[in-house]
C-alpha cells in the first residue's frame, strides 16, 4: 500500500473519531437540552450521556433548571390618588419545561420581565399611596399569581414576588416625615398623661388604703378595750360570786349576814345626795337587831314604858267650851 494512501486513511479515522467525540453531549445536572433534527424539535434530553447526530440534529436550546433571580430596575408608577413613585421589585421563578420555554416566546426572560412591571402598574393603580405604603404582601402576592398564571406557556414557574423599595416624591416624604414627628410627639403626650393618671390613681389608692387601716385599727383597738373592760367586768363578777360561794360553803349564821347588809347600807349611804330605799325585810331585821334598837330608840326596847300621858289643847278660839284634843299638840 502506498504511503499516500496510508496517510488519507489515517486522517479519515481522526475526522471520524474528532467526530465521534464531539458528537458525544454530557448534559450536566439540572440542565436539559432541546434538540432539534433538521430543524424540527426532536427530543428534550435530560442530564446524562447523549451521543448526537452529526450535521443532522443540532442542540436548539440549554436550559436551566436552577432558580433563578430577576431583579427589575425602579420604574415610576401612578398610583390611585395620582400621586407617582418609583418601585422597582425582584422575581423568583425556574423552568419547569426546556421545550415549552425555547419554544414558547422569542425570549421569556425579557417578557417576563415586561410583564411584571405592567402587572405591578396594574395593581398599584388600585391602590391609594398610605395602601401601597403599607399593602407589601397584598402586592406581592397578587403579582406572584398573575405572573404564574401567565407564564405557564412559557415553561417558567413563578416562585414568588418581592417589592424592593417604594420610592414616593420629595415633597411627600417630606409631609411623612413631618406626620411621622407629630404622631411621635401625640404618642408622648399621650403616654406622659397616662403616666400622671396613674400616679394620681395610685397616690389616691394608697390613700385610701391608709384611711381604710386606719380605721380597722382604731376599731380592733375598740374591740380590745371592750374585750378587756368586758373581762374586767367577768372577772370582778366571777370574784364577788366566789366570795359568796365560800361564804356558803362556811355555813355563816344570820348575824355575819345582818353585818354584811350593814355594811352594802353604809356604802349605799356614803354621800351627800344618796337616798336610800329600804325594803320591808330590812326594816323588820332592824328592828329584831339589838345594837340598831337600842341605837335608834325603835323595837322592842320599849316595851314595859310608860307613855307619857297627853297634853291637854284648848283652842283659844272659845271662851266658854273648851274642847281638850287628847294627844294634840301645837
Not at 465521534?20 to 426532536?42: C, D, S, T
Not at 417630606?174 to 401625640?186: G, L, P, W, Y
Amino acid at each position: 500500500m502506498k504511503p499516500f494512501a496510508i496517510v488519507i486513511l489515517i486522517l479519515v479515522i481522526v475526522l471520524i473519531l474528532i467526530a465521534i467525540i464531539r458528537n458525544i453531549i454530557i448534559v450536566p445536572q439540572a440542565m436539559q437540552f432541546v434538540v432539534e433534527r433538521l430543524g424540527k424539535y426532536n427530543k428534550t434530553w435530560e442530564a446524562g450521556l447523549h451521543l448526537k447526530v452529526p450535521f443532522i440534529e443540532r442542540i436548539a436550546k440549554r436550559a436551566s433548571l436552577k432558580e433563578q433571580v430577576l431583579d427589575t430596575p425602579p420604574q415610576p408608577v401612578i398610583t390611585k390618588d395620582n400621586v407617582t413613585i418609583q418601585i422597582d421589585s425582584v422575581v423568583y421563578f425556574h423552568i419547569f419545561d426546556a421545550k415549552l420555554f425555547a419554544y414558547g416566546a422569542h425570549d421569556p426572560v425579557v417578557a417576563l420581565e415586561n410583564l411584571s412591571a405592567t402587572t405591578l402598574r396594574n395593581i398599584v393603580g388600585e391602590l391609594t399611596l398610605d395602601e401601597s405604603l403599607t399593602s407589601r404582601d397584598t402586592i406581592n402576592g397578587r403579582l406572584t399569581q398573575t405572573l404564574d398564571e401567565a407564564t405557564d406557556r412559557w415553561g417558567i414557574k413563578v416562585e414568588r414576588v418581592e417589592l424592593k423599595n417604594i420610592i414616593p416624591p420629595a415633597e411627600i416624604r417630606a409631609s411623612m416625615e413631618k406626620e411621622m414627628k407629630a404622631e411621635r410627639e401625640r404618642r408622648q403626650t399621650v403616654l406622659e398623661a397616662e403616666g400622671h393618671k396613674q400616679a394620681v390613681i395610685t397616690r389616691a389608692e394608697g390613700d385610701k388604703q391608709a384611711i381604710v387601716l386606719a380605721a380597722e385599727g382604731e376599731r380592733d383597738a375598740r374591740i380590745a378595750r371592750a374585750q378587756g373592760e368586758a373581762q374586767a367586768i367577768y372577772l370582778a363578777k366571777k370574784a364577788e360570786a366566789d366570795g359568796i360561794k365560800e361564804l356558803l360553803n362556811a355555813k355563816i349564821d344570820e348575824r355575819v349576814l345582818e353585818l354584811k347588809r350593814y355594811e352594802a347600807m353604809v356604802k349605799m349611804a356614803d354621800g351627800h345626795s344618796a337616798k336610800i330605799i329600804i325594803p320591808t325585810d330590812m326594816v323588820s331585821s332592824v328592828k329584831n337587831s339589838v345594837v340598831f334598837a337600842e341605837t335608834a330608840g325603835l323595837g322592842n326596847v320599849t316595851e314595859g314604858r310608860d307613855p307619857e300621858p297627853a297634853k291637854e289643847y284648848i283652842d283659844p278660839c272659845c271662851d266658854e267650851d273648851q274642847v281638850v284634843i287628847p294627844g294634840s299638840a301645837k
